[in-house]
């Protein structure tokens, strides 16, 4: 392999793009929403019929409770994180559901992953340290993807320090 060829310290040996998980689509949400809606327009009117008019506003209000905390959840879920390891630095890079981002670059040569862990639960936060300064990570992930995540990165971190 000649010179011009050769992997640069800086090239990312390993890549991983943390983002929370939802698991209501966009088709399901609009089809629950549809039958919530259905349903508290029948309801409705049913207490309506009887003559509890006051019922009816209250059922249309739960519809728009349940709407507005799914939208929160939707926005939550466009935050992310993107990790990188080379052989000389290892960069994090926090995106919020606003779109303000936080970078943090490490050597990873002198970074340590810690790991909290609950025996029943598996690990509970995970987090990078080094140069002063502590970094939580994939605080957002369900206890699998932590697990996957953290052997992963543990293995990357292993890698950038034995080259």
């Given at each position: 392999?000649?010179?011009?060829?050769?992997?640069?310290?800086?090239?990312?040996?390993?890549?991983?793009?943390?983002?929370?998980?939802?698991?209501?689509?966009?088709?399901?949400?609009?089809?629950?929403m549809?039958?919530?809606?259905v349903?508290?327009?029948?309801?409705?009117?049913?207490f309506?019929?009887?003559?509890?008019?006051?019922?009816?506003?209250?059922?249309?209000?739960?519809?728009?409770?349940?709407?507005?905390?799914?939208?929160?959840?939707?926005?939550?879920?466009?935050?992310?994180?993107?990790?990188?390891?080379?052989?000389?630095?290892?960069?994090?890079?926090?995106?919020?559901?606003?779109?303000?981002?936080?970078e943090?670059?490490?050597?990873?040569?002198?970074?340590?992953?810690?790991?909290?862990?609950?025996?029943l639960?598996?690990?509970?936060?995970?987090?990078?340290e080094?140069?002063?300064?502590?970094?939580?990570?994939?605080?957002?992930?369900?206890?699998?993807?932590?697990?996957?995540?953290?052997?992963?990165?543990?293995?990357?971190?292993?890698?950038?320090?034995?080259?």
């Amino acid at each position: 392999m000649d010179e011009t060829n050769a992997p640069s310290a800086d090239e990312p040996f390993f890549r991983a793009e943390l983002m929370p998980y939802r698991s209501l689509g966009p088709k399901g949400f609009r089809v629950l929403m549809g039958v919530m809606f259905v349903a508290s327009v029948i309801a409705g009117f049913a207490f309506l019929s009887i003559g509890a008019w006051p019922i009816f506003g209250f059922f249309g209000l739960d519809v728009l409770l349940l709407y507005g905390a799914f939208k929160l959840s939707y926005r939550s879920g466009r935050a992310r994180e993107e990790v990188a390891v080379s052989r000389t630095q290892l960069d994090i890079r926090k995106i919020a559901p606003s779109g303000r981002t936080e970078e943090h670059r490490f050597n990873p040569f002198w970074t340590r992953f810690s790991v909290a862990r609950h025996e029943l639960i598996g690990i509970t936060a995970m987090r990078v340290e080094g140069q002063g300064k502590t970094v939580p990570i994939g605080g957002f992930l369900n206890p699998d993807d932590r697990e996957t995540f953290a052997a992963a990165f543990n293995r990357a971190l292993a890698t950038a320090k034995a080259r």
